[in-house]
């Protein structure tokens, strides 16, 4: 079984390529920075391609030199925090490609790969903040929600291919790690039901359930990870 993971170099995705390494599935990881692919990579000894997701023809380049794909995990995101009186359009625009696009050409490309497998599924990672609608983190939520709306518009438009989504909630990663600095995780943990701010690998456990057997029958579902926090409040 193989698997291509964007964004895989670091954080999430390369939590994903663990739990699926540690599985048995072959991967392949997806990213930007290849000095971050080279290092995961050999730590997992797996394959990688240096991919910008929102170039077109890099996508099809990488999609067109493999032969064999079972699993499409749309990692890759940015977010660039901003309110609307202070936006800034071209930040805001890259949020759109990378959030939106670059999982529109990654999904596009694979799709003859996933039709020649007999179990094939996408995993789009979603966020937290396309149902909370937080303030201040200018179109990140939105092109989240787009996200999870392409996952259900998806999951009937190429079925029997599966789609899901995985949304998480707060998750410390190399790229929210200043989030959680100086007192801010245990403040932050108190609000979440569970008590803890969750970690990457509560993400790849989902996401191997999503791309393995056992979920055979889910698809067009979007599933939280968030420790509770979306259900509201613990009372205190």
């Not at 690998?201 to 979920?215: G, P």
Request: charged share 20%; net charge negative; hydrophobic share 40%.
């Amino acid at each position: 079984m193989h698997a291509v993971i964007t964004g895989g170099a670091q954080g999430i995705g390369l939590a994903c390529a663990q739990h699926l390494t540690s599985a048995g599935w072959r991967v392949t990881l997806l990213d930007k920075d290849n000095d971050l692919l080279e290092q995961s990579s050999s730590e997992l000894g797996c394959q990688y391609a240096q991919v910008d997701i929102t170039d077109l023809e890099s996508v099809k380049k990488f999609f067109s030199s493999i032969t064999h794909l079972d699993a499409l995990i749309n990692n890759a995101g940015i977010w660039i925090p901003q309110k609307l009186e202070d936006m800034n359009f071209d930040d805001q625009k890259e949020v759109l490609e990378v959030n939106i696009l670059g999982t529109l050409l990654c999904t596009s490309s694979a799709i003859h790969h996933l039709r020649n497998s007999s179990s094939g599924s996408v995993v789009n990672i979603s966020s937290l903040a396309a149902r909370t609608n937080s303030p201040g983190l200018g179109l990140y939520a939105a092109s989240k929600s787009a996200v999870e709306t392409l996952t259900k518009q998806w999951a009937l438009e190429i079925a029997p291919i599966r789609v899901n989504a995985v949304a998480p909630g707060l998750i410390e990663t190399p790229g929210t790690s200043e989030n959680y600095k100086e007192g801010a995780k245990e403040k932050r943990a108190k609000a979440v039901p569970l008590g803890r701010v969750g970690e990457s690998s509560d993400i790849a456990k989902v996401v191997l359930f999503l791309v393995s057997e056992a979920s055979a029958y889910v698809t067009g579902q979007i599933v939280y990870v968030d420790g509770g926090l979306g259900a509201g409040t613990p009372q205190r």
